[in-house]
């Protein structure tokens, strides 16, 4: 069976700044778009059987920087919905909100469309990228990656790992990396985490 391959996408001007930006569809900073190329040499060995990114535009060029044709949007990949709290930085909420976890504690709604999620309704949508993934990976034709965004991926890997949504509070992922889920005596393991070239 093939790996997963996670790739978190390029720098935003808000990842930058810390700003909670799920929604938002930001193009990626000067540094963002060469994070992204940086990333061709490590994914060039590999066959994938299938490439998909969330939709949003900074996974998209991501994805298209680091030399992965095919890509499928995927709308399950797209980030954590920060309802009230998009553009918001932990320390700003914090001011309000101090002791304030967005694994546990959730997130005001936001604007129409957008009521904000839990980590458990993120980790429904995780499940269901799991499901296609793990479609894709029997076929036997390669590896699998997913481009996409930081706590989306967080929760994904919790999941892979038979853990509840939560626990990807555990796992602090970079921009511009790439990180692999694997398996070990038929057991999900994280084989990879942050590598950059």
Do not use: C
């Given at each position: 069976?093939?790996?997963?391959?996670?790739v978190?996408?390029?720098?935003?001007?808000?990842?930058?700044?810390?700003?909670?930006?799920?929604?938002?569809d930001?193009?990626?900073?000067?540094?963002?778009?060469?994070?992204?190329?940086?990333?061709?040499?490590?994914?060039?060995?590999?066959?994938?059987?299938?490439?998909?990114?969330?939709?949003?535009?900074?996974?998209?060029?991501?994805?298209?920087?680091?030399?992965?044709?095919?890509?499928?949007?995927?709308?399950?990949?797209?980030?954590?919905?920060?309802?009230?709290?998009?553009?918001?930085?932990t320390?700003?909420?914090?001011?309000?909100?101090?002791?304030?976890?967005?694994?546990?504690?959730?997130?005001?709604?936001?604007?129409?469309?957008?009521?904000?999620?839990?980590?458990?309704?993120?980790?429904?949508?995780?499940?269901?990228?799991?499901?296609?993934?793990?479609?894709?990976?029997?076929?036997?034709?390669?590896?699998?990656?997913?481009?996409?965004?930081?706590?989306?991926?967080?929760?994904?890997?919790?999941?892979?790992?038979?853990?509840?949504?939560?626990?990807?509070?555990?796992f602090?992922?970079?921009?511009?990396?790439?990180?692999?889920?694997?398996?070990?005596?038929?057991?999900?393991?994280?084989?990879?985490?942050?590598?950059?070239?």
């Open positions: 069976m093939g790996d997963v391959l996670l978190r996408h390029g720098e935003t001007r808000w990842s930058l700044s810390g700003q909670h930006t799920s929604f938002t930001l193009p990626l900073t000067p540094h963002g778009e060469e994070q992204a190329k940086s990333l061709a040499p490590l994914l060039s060995q590999r066959t994938f059987a299938a490439v998909r990114t969330s939709p949003l535009a900074r996974a998209v060029r991501t994805a298209e920087l680091a030399g992965l044709s095919g890509a499928v949007p995927d709308e399950d990949l797209h980030e954590w919905d920060y309802g009230g709290y998009e553009g918001v930085s320390a700003d909420i914090h001011r309000d909100r101090p002791g304030w976890d967005l694994w546990t504690d959730g997130v005001p709604p936001g604007p129409q469309g957008h009521p904000g999620e839990s980590a458990e309704q993120v980790g429904r949508r995780a499940d269901r990228v799991l499901a296609r993934v793990r479609a894709d990976l029997a076929r036997g034709d390669g590896d699998v990656v997913l481009v996409a965004h930081a706590h989306f991926l967080r929760v994904l890997t919790a999941r892979w790992l038979g853990l509840p949504p939560v626990e990807g509070r555990l602090r992922l970079e921009t511009g990396t790439v990180s692999r889920l694997s398996t070990e005596h038929d057991r999900p393991v994280i084989a990879e985490w942050n590598t950059r070239p």
